[in-house]
């Protein structure tokens, strides 16, 4: 049995050697051979040097170049450096797998209905305000219900994050598409649906996440994540799930709440009752999720950063794709780090 792990990774030094060394301390099935492909867009921080001080260590273990420095390129460098595999797994650089989350997904896709594994995100923060922001992601508040973030239990589901494959998979639906500078991964699960294969979330493994550690980045991410996902929806003529609408639907009522600042009367009262709404329902889910009384105001804090980033990204996205009919824009092309 031969597997490929992709990493696909730019300016990650905080987090490499962490990924890497999980990876190989990963108990595998009998007779299994891995190889280890970091997929790494030309860092300059220092990455490349740690990697290749572990290439001295684990002997299965390559730096690709990818000169491209964007995702989708990575992932596909990764799989044919790896040539015609029986599985491949995607690991992102922040991410630590568990030890037995290789053999769990391997095990799950003797299913040949199950197409792709992936298991339960465990986020971890490396300052106070990534701690808050990890609270807000765990949330159905905050990214949705049916996210598989905030899944309590094993099933199938719509995506997962690192996910593996037989590599059978991508000799039926192909690879990942290189114009998609976000949400690649969203648009190839949605592609394993659409040929009939299945996406199995699996709760009894996990992977440390390392959360973005600002609010700056988060808000580009987020916004990002609802401007790609309308070129996605476009390229396959579907929404791809319904939560995505909820963001843009609440910025929208929230442009016409303002607005009716412009009236007198009763109108005004109307029109700030959801506002109401939902300040105390992410009060309350904040106090909740919360470990201490100064926490639940980052936590609020938060969940409108989630929710209005990404609502005006799709909204900007629904403009500039289904009304303008254009490509993205080369601005919406750099990734948020």
């Not at 220092?46 to 390129?73: A, C, F, I, W």
């Amino acid at each position: 049995m031969k597997i490929s792990v992709v990493i696909p990774c730019r300016n990650e030094r905080q987090y490499i050697r962490e990924c890497v060394e999980a990876i190989y301390a990963s108990q595998l099935p009998v007779g299994a051979e891995i190889r280890v492909f970091v997929v790494d867009g030309m860092s300059d921080d220092g990455t490349r040097d740690v990697v290749s001080e572990l290439k001295g260590v684990h002997s299965t273990l390559e730096l690709v170049d990818n000169t491209m420095q964007l995702t989708p390129y990575a992932f596909n460098l990764g799989i044919h450096a790896g040539g015609k595999v029986d599985f491949v797994q995607i690991v992102g650089a922040r991410h630590i797998l568990s030890v037995d989350y290789i053999s769990t997904c391997i095990q799950r896709l003797q299913d040949p209905s199950t197409w792709c594994v992936g298991g339960r995100i465990v986020n971890e923060y490396v300052n106070e305000t990534g701690r808050i922001i990890s609270k807000a992601m765990s949330s159905s508040f905050g990214m949705g219900i049916g996210n598989f973030r905030t899944l309590e239990k094993s099933g199938f589901t719509d995506t997962v994050t690192s996910p593996m494959y037989p590599y059978r998979v991508f000799d039926e639906i192909g690879f990942f598409d290189e114009e998609l500078i976000r949400n690649q991964d969203d648009d190839f699960n949605f592609r394993v649906t659409k040929a009939g294969g299945k996406i199995w979330y699996e709760h009894a493994i996990s992977l440390k996440y390392y959360v973005r550690a600002d609010y700056k980045g988060l808000w580009r991410q987020f916004y990002q994540y609802g401007y790609w996902k309308v070129y996605v929806n476009r390229k396959h003529g579907a929404v791809t799930t319904l939560r995505q609408l909820v963001p843009p639907l609440f910025v929208c009522y929230l442009i016409l709440a303002l607005s009716s600042l412009c009236f007198d009367g009763w109108i005004k009262v109307v029109a700030f009752i959801p506002t109401v709404l939902y300040t105390i329902l992410a009060s309350l889910v904040a106090f909740q999720l919360s470990d201490r009384s100064k926490d639940i105001f980052g936590i609020m804090r938060t969940f409108p950063i989630l929710h209005i980033s990404y609502g005006l990204g799709y909204l900007a996205g629904i403009f500039r794709f289904l009304i303008l009919q254009k490509k993205p824009t080369d601005k919406q092309k750099r990734l948020s780090r």
